[in-house]
Each structure stands twice: as structure tokens, then as C-alpha cells.
């Protein structure tokens, strides 16, 4: 028999647990029993509300559900790498608790799975209950990243998505602190293959991925699947250079052929701000991937599991 992996990443999440947690044990029950059995890995990643007692009850009436608990809040990418660090599937699902993809479709993963693809991806076609301005940046940001990096990112899609075995392997064996989940499992290539659906209001409680998060995630995948921003600062810092260059030049023909110097002081004090602006911005991005290079050579854990449940 097969075993698959269900991975659940959980972050305050009370209000929708007992529903996210029915919706998909009457999904994962569809499957064939004499051929596949599986496992449910909620990951508390840190509440602050009754999500980790939600799970501990689960627990203690279903054995095939497990818990992992953080010590602290790490974040959405880390409590789906921990959960799959610790599956024991011959592929592994990972979806969220928000009820915003629908557990069903893991039937349909699980289908194309079995056609002999390693990676199976959920690719959105409607989005219901997000503002316009989600929906704006969402399609533009994948747009964007795939212009930038040399790997091409699924567009339109998220985190949900079923691995095989072989993949997931791969996937586990970078061990990078700036995670952007999708665009590492799009790295490592293999067979991949999608099913569309649509996704759904959320059915209780908050948004996990407010601006600032948004923000955070965007700058991950660029600095983490690209050097353009570096090329770009490159290409700035040639091109001040140049327009320096014939200020430089129009200085010394005023001081040299004129009497009128204070024309020349604007020009000045333009080419010195504009210059002094690029500076910075340019070492701002070179400080980004510093920064990271930084956090990378601590090599500290990635997340620190303060219990095991179910195990």
C-alpha cells in the first residue's frame, strides 16, 4: 500500500481547524483503502490561540493524524518544510487550513500522480473573496518573477500541490534559511503537470499573508531565483557614470569659455543628488543578498520543533 502525506501548515487557526480537519478526512477516505492509506501533519507554527489543542484532540481520536509544534512563530515556508522533513509518504500534499483550496482536488493530484507525474501543481483559475489589489499584484508578481529568474514558475499558483517521493527528496536536501516553496520544487524539474480549480473564500477567521508578509515573500523569490536586480544596478551605476561624465565635461567648458559660473550650480547640485540617491539604492540591493549570504553562513536550524505528537 501507498501511504501519502497530507502536509497542513497552521497558524492561528481555531476558527476553521475542526472544518479544514473534516473536510479532509472525508476527502483522504475516498481513496481506494486497498491501495493507499495516509497521514495528517497539522504544523503549529506558533499560535497564539487553541490551535495546538485543536490538533492534540484530533490526535487522541485519530491515529492517523500527527503534530508538530514550534517553539516559536517561523514562519509559513518553514512549518511546510518541517512537515515534510517529517513525512514518511510515497508522496506528500501540502495545503492550508484555510479551506481556500479545496481538499477535493487532492483526489485529482493523487489521479495524475499515479499517470506517472512526480510533481502535480493546483492552478487557480477563479479567486473568490480577495480584493482587486490581491488579485492585481498575485497575477503581476508571477508575471514579473518569471521575467526575472531563469527558472519558470507556474503561474497562478500557490504552495498546494502534491510531490512524489523521488521530488520531495530533492526538494528536502536544500537547506536554504530564505524559503520560496513553489519556485524550489519548480527548480528542481522532474515531471511536472497541473489541475486547475477554483479557489474559495476563506472559510473563517484572517489572512495569514498581510502586505508586509506579502512584501517579505516577493523579495524572497526575487533575490532568492535571480542576480538581475544586481545586473540592474550594475547597468545604473554605468549609466550615472555617463551622465556624471558630460557634467563633468559641461563644468569645465563653463569655467573655461564663461564667466558664468552659477549657471553651472544647478547642474551640480543635481548630478551630486541623483548620484548620491543611486548610491544608496544600489548598495541597498547589494546589502539584500548581502544580508542573506549573512544569514546563510550561520547555518542555523531552520526551525525548532518544541514537541512531536503522534509520531
Not at 8 to 23: D, I, L, T
Not at 76 to 91: E, R, V
Not at 129 to 139: M, N, P, R, Y
Not at 218 to 238: C, E, H, Q, R, Y
Amino acid at each position: 500500500m501507498k501511504l501519502i502525506s497530507v502536509v497542513v501548515p497552521c497558524y492561528n487557526e481555531q476558527e476553521v481547524f475542526a472544518e479544514s480537519y473534516k473536510r479532509l478526512t472525508e476527502t483522504l477516505s475516498q481513496l481506494d483503502a486497498t491501495k493507499y492509506h495516509y497521514e495528517l501533519i497539522f504544523v503549529n507554527d506558533g499560535s497564539k490561540d487553541n490551535t495546538l489543542l485543536l490538533i492534540n484532540e484530533a490526535i487522541t481520536k485519530d491515529n492517523k493524524v500527527k503534530g508538530i509544534n514550534f517553539s516559536r512563530n517561523f514562519g509559513h515556508q518553514i512549518a511546510i518544510t518541517a512537515g515534510l522533513d517529517n513525512c514518511k509518504g510515497d508522496c506528500a500534499v501540502v495545503i492550508d487550513a484555510d479551506l481556500q483550496d479545496p481538499p477535493a482536488v487532492i483526489l485529482q493530484m493523487v489521479q495524475k500522480w499515479e499517470e506517472g507525474y512526480d510533481v502535480v501543481f493546483g492552478k487557480r483559475e477563479e479567486r473568490a473573496g480577495e480584493s482587486a489589489f490581491k488579485l492585481i499584484t498575485a497575477k503581476w508578481f508571477y508575471r514579473f518573477i518569471n521575467r526575472l529568474s531563469d527558472v519558470d514558475i507556474p503561474l497562478d499558483t500557490g504552495d498546494f500541490r502534491l510531490m512524489d517521493r523521488n521530488a520531495l527528496n530533492q526538494f528536502l536536501s536544500m537547506r536554504e534559511s530564505y524559503r520560496f516553496v513553489r519556485g524550489m520544487i519548480a527548480w528542481i524539474g522532474f515531471n511536472q503537470t497541473f489541475v486547475t480549480y477554483d479557489r474559495e473564500s476563506r472559510f473563517a477567521g484572517t489572512t495569514k499573508y498581510p502586505f508586509k508578509k506579502m512584501l517579505r515573500l516577493a523579495s524572497d523569490a526575487i533575490l532568492s531565483f535571480s542576480n538581475t536586480p544586481l545586473k540592474i544596478a550594475t547597468f545604473v551605476g554605468f549609466a550615472t557614470s555617463i551622465v556624471a561624465f558630460i557634467g563633468i565635461l559641461y563644468a569645465i567648458y563653463m569655467r573655461t569659455f564663461t564667466n558664468n559660473y552659477v549657471e553651472g550650480w544647478t547642474l551640480l547640485m543635481i548630478s551630486i543628488l541623483m548620484i548620491g540617491g543611486i548610491i544608496l539604492l544600489v548598495l541597498g540591493i547589494i546589502g539584500e543578498y548581502v544580508g542573506r549570504i549573512y544569514g546563510e553562513i550561520k547555518q542555523r536550524p531552520l526551525y525548532i520543533i518544541k514537541d512531536k505528537i503522534g509520531f
